[in-house]
Structure formats: C-alpha cells, structure tokens
C-alpha cells in the first residue's frame, strides 16, 4: 500500500482529463482489498470496466463495498472508525461528487498506511532494543569472567 497526497491526485485527475483518476480508482480498489486481506468487490481493472458497462450505475455499488471494506480493515486494526462510511460514500456518489468519496477513501487507506508503518517501525524498535540488550548482558557476562 502507499499513502498518496490526496490534492496532488484530485489535481492530476484534472489535469489529466479523468485519465489519473482511472489509475488511481484502480490502485486504491486493489490496495483497499491488501488493506482488508480479502476481495470484497471485483479488482481494480474489473471494477472499472463494470463502471464503463453500467454507465457508472456500479460506482455506487463499489463505493458502498469500499466502505464497508476499510471498517473491516480499520477495525482489525483496532482503529477508531465511523460506522456510516458506505453512506456517506454513496451519498458524495449521488450527487455528484464522486471524487469526494475517492479522496475520503484515499484518506482512510493513508491512516491505515500510516497506522501499519507505525507498528512496523515500533517492532522494529522493540527488536533493536532486544538486540541491545542481549549484546549488553553479553558484555557484562564477558566483564564478570574477566
């Protein structure tokens, strides 16, 4: 998973003409599903296309699925997580605003980034420190030898 600058994606999706936004509604489908450790809609490519084949009518599926799919993430994790994601998602949806769902989901998705980097580093920590320690006890049993 990567964390993405939400302004810098909303920005390129424009400049781009949409052709961003396809890339990042892709990326962020299959990073939500590592995120989760399971599928919960189609992949990324194939949640698309059914997007360009229902005339957008499965976004607001996808956007629901999405939702539901980080609070299962968020909530393995033991993260705070607000219940009514899949709604306001498709909310955002229905009126329009569909790129406001995606950057809400994109933010979900960098706070669950940010949250496993945190726990990785702070493994990292706990090992260093029993590395540390194991290398202090042995300097200690070499100096009462001595």
């Known amino acids: 998973m990567q964390v993405r600058s939400i302004p810098k994606s909303i920005i390129f999706s424009f400049i781009t003409c949409g052709i961003y936004g396809i890339y990042w509604f892709i ?3 299959n990073e ?16 698309f296309l059914y997007c360009l ?3 957008g009518i499965y976004f607001f599926y996808w956007a629901y699925k999405m939702g539901q799919t980080i609070i299962e993430a968020k909530g393995s994790r033991n993260m705070t997580v607000d219940g009514n994601l899949p709604i306001i998602y498709v909310i955002f949806a ?12 994109q933010d979900a ?7 496993d980097d945190g726990q990785q580093r702070s493994g990292e920590k706990r090992l260093e420190q029993n590395r540390h320690e194991e ?3 042995d300097d200690q049993t070499e100096n009462t030898q001595e």
């Open 27 to 29: 990326k962020m489908t």
């Open 32 to 47: 939500v599903h590592t995120a989760a450790g399971r599928k919960s809609t189609a992949s990324g490519g194939l949640a």
């Open 53 to 55: 084949i229902t005339c």
């Open 94 to 105: 229905l009126f329009g605003l569909a790129i406001v769902s995606e950057a809400l989901i």
């Open 109 to 115: 998705l960098n706070d669950i980034c940010a949250y």
């Open 135 to 137: 290398s202090g006890s």
